[in-house]
């Protein structure tokens, strides 16, 4: 069976969940591996969300927020980017490949870019095949 | 913790979502989970009788969590909390799965697209078990407004507050108020002064003492949160002021756009190629000549400059087409024995009275050439010596395929309208947000066109889109309206999905304080804790997943919600 | 070829037909309905927008109006009432007019009077001429054989042939069509058919009616030609030649007859509007047919010598329709039709060897 790619996808209130759903009112198609969840704020997403997501078998994790300056609440997408570059040397050390999370701004009327995001990133996620944390993890307990 | 009895509803949307989402059979499935006690499927569940299935399902199994799963929580999600309300139940023990904008319309394979709605709803169910009652909080509302810009926009909404026996700040920083309709001499379609409707709004103004005007001023940085603002007002000698207002409308207008920057129609070298902006102060002036003083034989009016061109603006200006048919009008009547040529991309003549003010001036012996944009644009050239025209105007017309020149004394460039250079900061400072083109977003398109996502920040006339006058002033009153309604209601609803701080598990290393956009947190010297202030804090949930121990809990977005949320995404997979 | 716009031709064309041009915004419902249509030959939109912009020598190219059979069709289904069916009559008058080395079709186009005056003058001359003759019967009659005889080689080739050369440097050689010679003479026998029998009509809709009654009137003028002038109908004795005028004439004013009630009744679109120009032209044939029939009706019974003055308005009718409504009339249409499609036919021919159709 081809592998088709988990992907958990935390989008911000404001800017990027609503321009997911400009991407439906325009009916834009896309892969519908992403599977989202909303949050106030990209500053909301802890590095507890993302392992938690590859620790239940996601085999990607997408960050979305609101451009640089363009934050609803001034500032909380620069600290979501400031957490997910030290997370990202984490994931390293955690043996998990640094192209599996993914940070992206998208804005309330990029309906367009956000489906073209959901396909790329889909497609990335193919190419490295599933992750294998559930897996080994399961096989340690 | 109590029992859980989950009510879960999955919305047919009539075809929307059932043509892409089996939802009966994940009604089916999730019914058998445990804490299920309702697993339901209605064709339209924001209805009455969708709402009422609710209600009377929440009274007769004794529900005390609901989950939905339809469109996006953006449209409906209030709607279902406000029937969660009507059956005795807290609004917040509600959770919606969007299996909508997010599903059945973006994605092709039912197969697929029903997998993702089913992970959807089991991971909304898995959050809603861990919902939290949360009780509404309310905010005493200061009566002043603050209007940004002393247009045609922002003076009708200062009548409409002010004439209401409530304080309005004007701040316009201009030295004179009007904005672009001063410079305006008649306006379409029926021909009514502009200047006239103008002169009687500033005068009111002027004369309301409820009304306190700042020219040749400017807003600095706006704090606070709905009904309880406060800014500075500098003015152009440095005097600051400082005002306190409930609510804000931002009426800031726009900007034509720069002929000089298509070489094609050799503005700014050719001295009788105008802009629509010039030729309304020529016809102000009540004299209609060219730069060398004489009355023009032939006058073309080329539109869509800078508009509907990828190269420039993509969007359509909205008005210059009718603009350009009372130019031709007013030329008509000035000088009858004139040339008058439209050269158009398309006529846009949408409003009331428009279409038919069209055809009255395509009676008047006015030619009108086409052109398509996309093939070329007009191209105007000096004349030569021998000829009797001051330009011709090379073009290839689009209804007869033929490359024709169009002799003309005057060329009038109809501008399109951008947005002000000081868009962004004024963007920034007021907490709105802006599209692609620099224009401010509206809350909704259709249903919240004037509200923005900021609560108490209102968005009228051309700074949102560009509009005429009609529009503006409709907008500027809907604004003023919804205003004087919250302020006659006396309070205004804030946030209650906010962080608080566990005393017994913070340390006190005041990360979170550093981190926090609103200064919303404070530190309490004695106890050695963080301490939120509930009213300022504004629910973005940065302190939550800066705190080190946890102690930050951000309420409806707590970590024990998220993380059973993702547990159920990644769950049912084989089913 | 000048392509400068001229707002101002449209006032020009005020004396030609129809005043209302600027109703017509472009749908192009007229051409898609329009059954002459074809690829190549596109009517009538594209002339009414070259009109509109006053672009003359484009105009004077164009042969479209002549493939048009006034069927009335694109009137009926023009969404601004901009009435294109009588726009493409008007046309016809103005190139017409643009044709004519004289000038004189356009004067009369433009001036009711300088036609009134004209027909005036030639009949004062009919009846000058009558004075000088004395009103001798057969001195007359002889004179108006050869009148006939004259008027038509006269017209003819002063006037009608150079006026097709004209046309053909228009439509052919100012635009450099570049047709092959071979079509020309490929086309030369459909171009007599067309003249004849103007068979084109029948491809309208619901024109069979009226393209039978032209086609009689047709006939019967042409016969009543041949008879009057080169077998001498009102000299003749011969029986059958007698009859055979009887039934020509006939045929010439009883249909014309028919012709005129339906341009009086309005009933379809082209007969709706109507021109100082075409109540005359219909007015002079029925006269002419009714007054030869009642001429040799008078010979028959021996009337003729004591109603000589009823030969002399025969005579007088001839003679205006000869000189003035054939060459700078509705008659030329006749030549300019059957013209127009062996020019276009040529025309096409000289696209598809470039590739472009």
Redesign the interface.
């Known amino acids: 069976m081809d592998f ?1 790619p ?1 992907i ?1 996808s935390f989008l911000c ?3 990027s ?2 321009g ?2 400009l ?3 325009s ?4 892969a ?1 591996n992403i ?7 990209s ?4 590095p ?2 993302v392992l ?2 590859f620790r ?3 085999d990607g994790v997408l960050i979305c927020g ?1 451009h640089p ?2 934050c ?5 997408n620069y ?1 979501c980017l400031r ?1 997910y570059h030290l997370l990202q040397k984490y994931l390293k050390q955690m043996g998990i490949q640094g192209e599996r999370l993914k940070l992206e701004w998208v ?3 990029e309906g367009k870019q956000f ?1 073209d995001l959901a396909d790329s990133f889909t497609e990335t996620i193919r190419g490295l095949g599933p992750c294998k944390v559930k897996e080994n993890v399961e096989t340690l307990a | 913790m109590e029992e859980q009895r989950i009510g879960v509803y999955l919305c047919w949307c009539g075809t929307n979502i059932a043509k892409m989402v089996d939802v009966e059979s994940i009604a089916e499935e999730v019914g058998k989970l445990p804490n299920v006690v309702i697993a339901k499927n209605y064709k339209y569940m924001c209805s009455d009788p969708g709402q009422e299935l609710i209600v009377n399902d929440i009274k007769e199994h004794n529900l005390n969590r609901v989950v939905v799963s339809a469109c996006s929580p953006r449209i409906h999600e209030l709607t279902f909390r406000k029937a969660l309300e009507n059956a005795g139940l807290n609004p917040y023990l509600f959770e919606m799965a969007n299996i909508r904008e997010q599903v059945s319309w973006v994605h092709t394979d039912r197969t697929a697209a029903t997998r993702k709605a089913r992970q959807l709803v089991k991971a909304a169910i898995n959050r809603v078990v861990f919902h939290e009652p949360l009780d509404k909080r309310s905010v005493d509302i200061n009566p002043a407004t603050l209007i940004i810009g002393g247009g045609v926009s922002g003076l009708s909404a200062a009548l409409e507050i002010g004439e209401a026996g409530k304080k309005v700040f004007i701040v316009e920083k201009n030295s004179k108020l009007g904005g672009h309709t001063a410079d305006i001499d008649l306006t379409y379609p029926y021909m009514y002064s502009a200047g006239q409707m103008l002169d009687s709004m500033v005068q009111r103004a002027n004369d309301n003492p409820n009304i306190e005007i700042f020219l040749e001023s400017e807003v600095d940085e706006i704090f606070g949160y709905v009904g309880n603002f406060e800014s500075k007002v500098k003015d152009k000698n440095g005097k600051e002021t400082e005002l306190n207002f409930g609510n804000v409308i931002v009426a800031t207008g726009l900007k034509p756009f720069d002929a000089g920057k298509i070489d094609n129609y050799g503005y700014g070298k050719l001295p009788n190629v105008v802009t629509s902006v010039e030729f309304e102060k020529m016809l102000k002036t009540g004299n209609i000549l060219t730069k060398e003083g004489k009355e023009p034989k032939n006058v073309a009016i080329i539109h869509c400059v800078g508009s509907r061109n990828p190269d420039y603006h993509e969007y359509c200006s909205r008005i210059c087409c009718m603009v350009a048919m009372k130019f031709a009008n007013q030329i008509k009547s000035a000088l009858p024995d004139s040339n008058v040529y439209e050269l158009y991309a398309d006529m846009r003549a949408f409003g009331k009275g428009c279409e038919e003010f069209y055809s009255l001036s395509s009676s008047k012996n006015i030619l009108f050439l086409m052109f398509d944009q996309k093939e070329g644009l007009p191209l105007i050239k000096k004349a030569g010596s021998g000829d009797n025209c001051d330009m011709i105007i090379e073009m290839e017309e689009k209804l007869s395929g033929e490359n024709i020149e169009v002799p003309a004394d005057m060329v009038i460039l109809m501008v399109g309208m951008e947005a002000q250079d000081n868009a962004k900061d004024i963007a920034h400072q007021v907490g709105v947000s802006m599209c692609g083109n620099d224009f401010y977003i509206e809350k909704h398109p259709k249903l919240d066109p004037v509200a923005t996502t900021t609560d108490g920040v209102y968005i009228v006339g051309g700074c949102q889109a560009p509009k005429d006058i009609t529009d503006s002033v409709s907008q500027a009153r809907a604004a003023a309206a919804r205003i004087l309604a919250s302020i006659a209601y006396g309070s205004v609803e804030v946030e209650v999905t906010t962080a608080s701080v566990n005393e017994d598990v913070c340390c006190g290393c005041q990360t979170c304080i550093k981190v926090c956009p609103y200064t919303a947190i404070s530190f309490d010297e004695e106890k050695n804790v963080s301490v939120v202030n509930e009213v300022l804090c504004k629910g973005c949930g940065t302190c939550g997943s800066t705190c080190p121990t946890g102690a930050i809990k951000c309420k409806h977005f707590t970590d024990v919600q998220i993380l059973s949320q993702i547990e159920g995404l990644m769950t049912l997979e084989e089913v | 070829m000048n392509n400068r716009v001229d707002p101002d031709f449209i006032k020009s064309l005020n004396k030609f037909g129809r005043k209302d041009w600027n109703a017509c915004m472009h749908c192009g419902n007229c051409t898609a309905v329009c059954t002459l249509t074809d690829r190549g030959v596109l009517f009538p939109r594209k002339d009414i927008r070259t009109l509109q912009m006053g672009l003359t020598s484009k105009l004077a190219t164009s042969v479209e109006p002549w493939m048009c059979y006034y069927c009335g069709d694109c009137t009926d289904t023009c969404p601004r009432d901009a009435n294109p069916g009588e726009l493409m009559m008007t046309l016809r008058r103005w190139l017409t007019a643009k044709y004519d080395w004289t000038g004189l079709s356009g004067l009369f186009y433009r001036s009711f009077t300088s036609l009134v005056i004209a027909f005036l003058l030639v009949a004062v001359a009919i009846i000058v001429i009558g004075f000088i003759k004395k009103f001798n019967q057969a001195d007359i009659m002889h004179f108006g054989h050869s009148l006939e005889f004259w008027m038509i080689i006269g017209v003819f080739c002063l006037i009608l042939v150079p006026n097709i050369f004209r046309m053909f440097y228009f439509t052919v050689i100012k635009p450099k069509v570049g047709a092959p010679f071979g079509s020309y003479i490929t086309g030369f026998f459909s171009l007599i058919g067309n003249m004849f029998t103007q068979v084109k009509t029948l491809k309208c809709d619901k024109q069979s009616l009226r393209w039978f009654e032209h086609f009689l009137v047709v006939i019967g003028y042409l016969g009543l030609l041949v008879i009057t002038v080169y077998l001498d109908w009102f000299g003749t004795i011969n029986q059958i030649i007698i009859y055979a005028g009887y039934i020509t004439g006939g045929l010439v004013f009883f249909f014309t007859l028919l012709l005129m009630f339906s341009r009086l009744s309005k009933g379809s679109q082209l007969t709706k509007y109507s021109h100082s120009t075409d109540w005359f032209f219909i007015i002079w044939l029925f006269l002419m047919g009714l007054t030869a029939f009642l001429v040799r009706v008078f010979i028959d019974t021996g009337l003729l010598t004591d109603h000589f003055w009823l030969y002399m308005v025969h005579l007088i009718i001839l003679a205006q329709w000869g000189i003035l409504l054939v060459p700078f009339g509705k008659w030329t249409h006749f030549l300019y039709r059957s013209f127009a499609i062996y020019f276009s036919n040529a025309k096409t021919s000289g696209l598809k060897l470039k590739g472009q159709l």
């Open positions: 088709e988990k958990v209130n404001w800017c969940y609503t997911a759903d991407a439906g009112t009916r834009m198609k896309y519908p599977r989202v969840i909303r949050i106030m704020c500053g909301r997403v802890e507890t969300f938690k997501a239940e078998g996601a609101c300056g363009d609803h609440y001034h500032e909380g600290k957490r804005s309330a009327s489906a």
